[in-house]
């Protein structure tokens, strides 16, 4: 976080971390969170849940993510619509098949989550190379989680665009079909392109134009929601990633001043 420190952040609304990261971190860089959480308004991104994963829910770790955020006084906390567990932690997102049975065992352990967070959670579309054993489609079945588990939807517009390109479906028909009383908030992030019909998620370049303008749709179709700028490794100086939140702020402004424009 020290880059940060010598920047002009008053145009951050919120900052993200993944709490496997700093839960039990003391001394200087716990310091140095409390400093942050303080004067910003903070959110909380899992990585390890493993809310599809096959072996049982970490209830012990859910404790400490719920004791965490009471600390922090974290606004919200989302986890991935994924696995990521079997016997061990795989150290990669792995995709839920899409299935009927898939939607009852993921709500259950969503359900069981909220229970123990006391809290509602939000779970995130995640980006996927391939849908063993489908019997419905990512939008289907993400629709399906999202009303057996009454949970929110942090709507991740990259992995639509990642996923669309990949699966070869059309993104503004996907965000069309997903519940707008649902929206939590939102991820935009950038990408690497291996082919024409080939994109990797990574979260380590720029955001790109067709990512831009699905941000700018989907405004359109939900309404403005708070949207993080995701950058996860190649980092560009600090100045250029705040030139990418400003674009949000700029997208964000645009469609608030349609909507005023409407309701008058």
């Given at each position: 976080m ?5 920047c ?18 003391g ?40 004791r ?12 991935h ?24 065992y ?9 229970d ?14 391939a ?101 996860d ?30 309701a008058?």
């Open positions: 020290g880059p940060l420190q010598t002009d952040l008053a145009n951050v609304d919120f900052m993200e971390v993944a709490p496997e990261n700093w839960i039990h971190v001394g200087r860089r716990g310091r140095a969170l409390r400093s942050y959480t303080e004067r910003f308004p903070f959110v909380c991104h899992g990585l390890s849940l493993s809310l599809g994963g096959p072996s049982p829910l970490d209830e012990t770790f859910i404790r400490r993510i719920r965490f955020l009471d600390e922090h006084g974290v606004r919200f906390y989302t986890e619509l994924s696995y990521c567990t079997d016997d061990g932690h795989l150290y990669d997102l792995m995709p839920i098949p899409f299935t009927d049975e898939a939607v009852r993921v709500a259950a352990r969503i359900r069981r989550t909220q123990l967070l006391e809290r509602r959670i939000g779970i995130e579309n995640v980006s996927y190379y849908a063993p054993g489908a019997e419905m489609s990512e939008l289907e079945f993400i629709n399906a989680v999202l009303e057996e588990s009454d949970c929110a939807l942090l709507l991740d517009i990259n992995n639509i665009y990642v996923n669309s390109v990949n699966h070869g479906y059309d993104p503004v028909g996907f965000l069309q079909g997903l519940p707008r009383s649902r929206v939590a908030y939102g991820h935009i992030a950038g990408h690497h392109r291996e082919d024409k019909d080939l994109i990797v998620d990574t979260h380590g370049a720029g955001v790109i134009g067709d990512v831009w303008s699905l941000l700018e749709r989907a405004y359109e179709i939900f309404g403005v929601f708070p949207t993080l700028l995701e950058r490794f190649n980092f560009p100086p600090v100045q250029d990633l705040l030139a990418e939140v400003d674009r949000i702020h700029e997208l964000q402004a645009r469609w608030a001043a349609d909507e005023q424009r409407q008058g």
